[in-house]
């Protein structure tokens, strides 16, 4: 189930971005997003959450986030040691990633519909992403980049830590169908600098983990081709959120590590989209992912309040437009 991103949100969007570029502040994750949009959007999606949440903890004392910019860094060295510590778990369908196997097949779902509508694919055909230079921005083990290879995609795959690259590297050696996968220890703000660019730029659970939402998406903006798609998956700031995907998950069910999530670090669907605007990237399709825990399966919702995914479409700028 898709959610299309209403006119009337897009133009509320618009009309941010247009006063953000007379000097406005874009609002950052973990402080309240902008509320002359906040209308627009309960109205325009039914999966706006009823219950607001509570404001989140303050920022942590010391220097502040960078404005943003492809070329700063959002890389966060406490959340690289904390995933380099349980890297070799990667492909433990039982280990701490579980979640993520559970929920690849739906993930996948939403990519192959969206890539397919957006490039004008056969989604029935064994290879639909064939001749389509892919890259997997924080692809760990390869659980994501590996099928994407067997859909026919030219596959990268780029991981700040430099254990899942290996692991990545050794585990697509062994199926020829993924053996040409590339991957890379390397981030996206090192890659724009190289001035790489790919035809879609799929980064899933990441950006709740990196030091500047704002600048990440600007990199992942620079590594789209005009024209091109970028689809991001992360994890909604509300109150069944936290008590979901942190206090159960992490807490309570142990399905993954304690401390794998920072509440004040989560990103609002209303967020996201503002910030990929603010990048040049038009939010076109949302999705819920729904946890159904007799089937231990996850299916694709209108509900946005937990786990949710977004595809966009990186604009071409016109002259007046850059300056």
Excluded at 176 to 190: G, K, L, M, Q, V
Aim: hydrophobic share 40%; net charge neutral.
């Amino acid at each position: 189930m898709l959610r299309r991103v209403a006119p009337s949100l897009r133009r509320a969007i618009l009309t941010t971005s247009a006063h953000g570029r007379a000097g406005a502040q874009l609002t950052e994750p973990g402080l309240s997003p902008p509320h002359a949009l906040l209308p627009q959007w309960r109205l325009c999606s039914s999966a706006a959450s009823t219950n607001s949440p509570p404001p989140p903890p303050p920022p942590p004392q010391g220097t502040p986030r960078p404005a943003g910019g492809s070329t700063v860094s959002s890389l966060n060295p406490a959340e690289v040691a904390k995933f380099a510590a349980i890297a070799e778990t990667w492909w433990d369908s039982e280990g701490p990633f579980k979640p993520l196997h559970l929920m690849n097949p739906t993930r996948l779902s939403f990519i192959r519909s969206t890539l397919c509508r957006h490039f004008r694919r056969d989604p029935n055909s064994c290879k639909p992403l064939e001749g389509l230079k892919v890259i997997d921005v924080g692809c760990g083990g390869g659980i994501l980049s590996e099928p994407l290879a067997r859909m026919g995609a030219t596959v990268t795959g780029i991981d700040a830590v430099d254990k899942n690259i290996k692991i990545a590297r050794v585990h697509a050696a062994s199926d020829p169908s993924t053996a040409s996968i590339e991957y890379f220890c390397t981030t996206a703000e090192d890659l724009v600098k190289e001035h790489k660019q790919f035809d879609a730029v799929i980064s899933l659970e990441v950006i709740e983990h990196v030091a500047n939402p704002s600048g990440f998406c600007e990199s992942l903006s620079a590594l789209t081709v005009p024209n091109g798609a970028t689809v991001i998956s992360t994890i909604n700031r509300s109150m069944r959120a936290y008590a979901t995907a942190i206090v159960a998950a992490e807490y309570i069910l142990n399905w993954l590590p304690k401390g794998t999530h920072q509440w004040s670090k989560l990103v609002t669907p209303e967020e996201l989209v503002l910030i990929l605007e603010r990048a040049s990237i038009s939010v076109q399709e949302m999705a819920g992912f729904m946890y159904n825990p007799l089937r231990g399966e996850w299916s694709l919702s209108d509900d946005l309040t937990v786990n949710y995914i977004a595809y966009g479409m990186k604009k071409v700028e016109t002259p007046s437009e850059s300056n």
